[in-house]
């Protein structure tokens, strides 16, 4: 039986997409060879990357003038390419509403004068700082926000409004809501959540952003090399940039980010609404800020939270634990979670709720 996967990342992926990898994986596209065993140049290869970059600036409606490139060393890495690519006069402003965010404000410090303009730790992030009060600086290089907090479960309901490049890693939230990508300088994401297995790294950014990196920028993160080399400058993760454009394929035959939003917001309301009216379960989270892709949630003691965890896997609901800087569990909900493996985890809730009063 296959199970439910809950986990915050690497993250499950659509069934049918890979019963299509393993269908085509001793034989890709005719040429007698697996996706894993051939040359990033041969021509099959680089039909997946062009119809992959395709894809995702139509189910995105990216403007022509941002690159779209497919990269490696995951969003953790993106943090110290963004400053390197960007921080030209030394100034970048960061919004602090999770770990990611504060890991991407850390790795900004390092290379200049990087400052939290607002910050939810004082509430352990279940929220996002009132935008309207953020006290942005002048002649800052770019605001960098996190969309979506995966360990916490907020996420931003309207984005801030800049006069510098505003730069998202959407990592854990990517292609789940439509979003206006022109009103973003640099947008990018792991893919291990809601597209592909660890190891890609998409960024979209605005070119004109992008031409001159510092000089001590490593060529590996030289956005504009990527983009000039559209995303060959070297070996990339080929068979995560494979999988990225079968799920990318699925969710335009869905009907784009449109109907799959639906879809989140169906599967987030049942889960929350459960949640609120049980005197079992509590999520901790704002309600305006919550997401709809991590939903987290406790018991009444860390006991019945260890017990549930260990419960639901034997049930096939795996990866609920929660993580470790907050406890209790995690549901995370993202795009190829099928309605019914919600509803089988609130029917286990239910029964767990029942058994433990």
């Known amino acids: 039986m296959r199970a439910y996967n809950f986990s915050a990342g690497p993250s499950t992926l659509p069934f ?18 697996s996706v894993t065993e051939i040359s990033h140049r041969n021509k099959a290869f680089e039909a997946v990357v062009n119809e992959s970059e395709s894809l995702l600036r139509e189910l995105m409606n990216i403007p022509e003038d941002y690159a779209v490139i497919f990269v490696q060393g995951g969003a953790s890495t993106q943090f110290a390419a963004v400053p390197l690519n ?24 390092i290379y200049g004068d990087a400052a939290c303009v607002a910050s939810s730790e004082d509430k352990t992030y ?3 700082p009132d935008l309207a009060n953020v006290a942005f600086r002048k002649d800052t290089d770019y605001v960098h926000i996190c969309s979506n907090n995966t360990i ?45 297995p660890a ?21 590996m993160l030289k956005w504009k090399v990527q983009d000039e080399n559209k995303s060959l400058y070297n070996t990339p993760p080929c068979f995560s940039i494979y999988l990225a454009n079968l799920v990318l394929r699925k969710l335009k035959g869905m009907g784009g980010i449109q109907a799959i939003n639906e879809i989140n917001e169906y599967k987030a309301g049942l889960l929350y609404d459960f949640i609120d009216n049980s005197p079992f379960y509590t999520n ?66 239910k029964k767990f709720e029942t058994e433990n009063k």
């Open 152 to 196: 916490f479960g907020t996420r931003y309901i309207e984005f801030p409004q800049t006069e510098a490049p505003l730069v998202a890693d959407m990592s854990s939230e990517i292609l789940s809501r439509e979003i206006d990508v022109s009103k973003f300088g640099v947008i990018y994401a792991g893919a291990q959540k809601n597209l592909a």
């Open 86 to 109: 960007l921080m030209h006069r030394g100034k970048a402003d960061y919004l602090v509403t999770g770990n990611f965010a504060k890991k991407a404000f850390q790795e900004g410090k």
């Open 16 to 33: 049918d997409v890979l019963e299509e990898a393993q269908r085509e994986f001793l034989d890709f596209s005719g040429t007698g060879m």
């Open 284 to 349: 901790k989270v704002e309600k305006k800020y919550r997401s709809i892709m991590n939903v987290p949630f406790v018991t009444p003691s860390a006991e019945l939270d260890d017990a549930f965890v260990k419960s639901a896997a034997k049930e096939g609901l795996v990866s609920l634990k929660g993580h470790r800087l907050v406890g209790g569990m995690r549901a995370s909900i993202y795009n190829a979670m099928p309605v019914e493996g919600v509803k089988a985890l609130i029917a286990f809730m």
């Open 199 to 219: 190891g890609v790294t998409i960024v979209i950014a605005k070119r004109s952003l992008i031409q001159e990196p510092l000089a001590v920028c490593p060529t």
């Open 126 to 128: 279940t929220y996002i």
